[in-house]
């Protein structure tokens, strides 16, 4: 028998060939990341959003872009861009979250020395360079009374010149990073933590300071570190106003020390900050000290499982811990003492999928609603004193 002969298939038209996108320069890195929280709080306590709703809240988002490059061996470009919702004080803009040069001018075989100039994390703590990643935080939300995030954009990062430098030896390794900025004070989150509420006038940045200086043991087994820094503000008033040119100055101390075993972490950081409030007029004239300190253990079960346990303490005014004295001296704002503190008991859990894809559930159990936006609570007189806080973060990097 013979086979069949099929009938030929009309051709195809050629598809027009796409050009080619020109490869990579070998030293161009870019990285990003991804993460989408959920958070449920109890009572009237709203945070990074209307998380006390029923349904509560998915305001809490992270999405970042960054790269690097290397033209030269001494000379290196690095910047990131970076979309953060996080209730109403962060709506989600784009923005330069930093970009800066960096070039080193001397790199020996135990000792280095540069410079950086541009938009930088500000050096305070373990912690305030790294804690827009989702995957370098120990936990969902940083301890609240060191990394406050309802005064983030303060303390994150400042346009300036930076000299930095380290020294290594058997006896440990010694690096510095400090210079002069101008800190980051547009936005209402900044007007809100600063002022309280919204003002027809603006804050304006002033010439401001900041260093850190870091001692690690043993690879990082133990670490040290002193931090401080002074942001000077100043407001212009607008039209109308009840306030006068006035002036801020916030002056962070912190101490921190790490243990780092296999399997476990041991860390703790204590703050003393100065805030002075000069000239504004309807806001009387203040100076006075706050403090902070935490406690914080974390365990390794396995590589893909780790769990956290922290406690907490937030005083805004340290000669004031519960408040008391400061309500009474404004009647008309009776029965507010608990905003002037947070005491923090909390526990988490993450779970690293795959080294790109990580879990996380955390809860808190805290005393106090020092923590709390004015933007996301407007009617602070409706807040707990005692609240929880419930929240799932699921991210992703490349």
Known sequence: MQADILPKLPKLPTLPTLPKLPPLPHNL??????????????????????????????????????????????????????????????????????????????????SQLGIRLGRMKTPLGFYNDTRDVPFTRPSILLPQSIYFDRTRK?????????LYGEYRSDLGDISFQGGVVRPLVLGDEAEAAVLGGQ????????????????????????????????LN????????????????NFTPLIFSAQYNAERWSLTSEYALRRLQYNNFGAVPNMDFYGESYYFQGVYRFTPAWEGIVRYDVLLTDKDDPHGKKWAAARPSRSGLADTR??????????????????????????????????????????????????????????
């Open 154 to 162: 303060l303390a994150l990062a400042a346009d300036g010149v930076h």
């Open 29 to 110: 890195q870019i990285h990003g990341f991804a993460s989408q929280s959920w958070l449920m709080s109890s009572g009237n306590n709203n945070f990074f959003g209307k998380s006390s709703s029923d349904s509560g809240s998915f305001d809490f988002r992270e999405l970042g872009l960054n790269a690097s490059m290397r033209p030269l061996t001494r000379l290196q470009f690095s910047a990131q861009m970076l979309s953060r919702t996080a209730g109403e004080g962060s709506p989600g803009n784009v923005r330069l979250d930093y970009g800066f040069m960096d070039y080193t001018y001397f790199s020996g075989e135990s």
């Open 341 to 398: 503190f947070a005491k923090d008991i909390t526990v988490g859990l993450r779970w690293n999928i795959t080294p790109e894809f990580m879990l996380r559930a955390e809860y808190h159990h805290v005393n106090g609603t020092g923590w709390l936006s004015t933007l996301d609570n407007p009617v602070l007189g409706n807040l707990d004193q005692h609240w929880n806080l419930f929240s799932i973060l699921g991210s992703y990097r490349f």
């Open 233 to 248: 503000i100043s407001y212009v008033p607008g039209a109308g106003d009840v306030l006068q040119a006035g002036s801020v």
């Open 199 to 230: 003002f027809p006038g603006h804050l304006t940045p002033d010439i401001s300071y900041t260093g850190r200086v870091n001692y690690d043991l043993d690879g990082g087994r133990i670490r040290f570190a002193v931090s401080v820094s002074r």
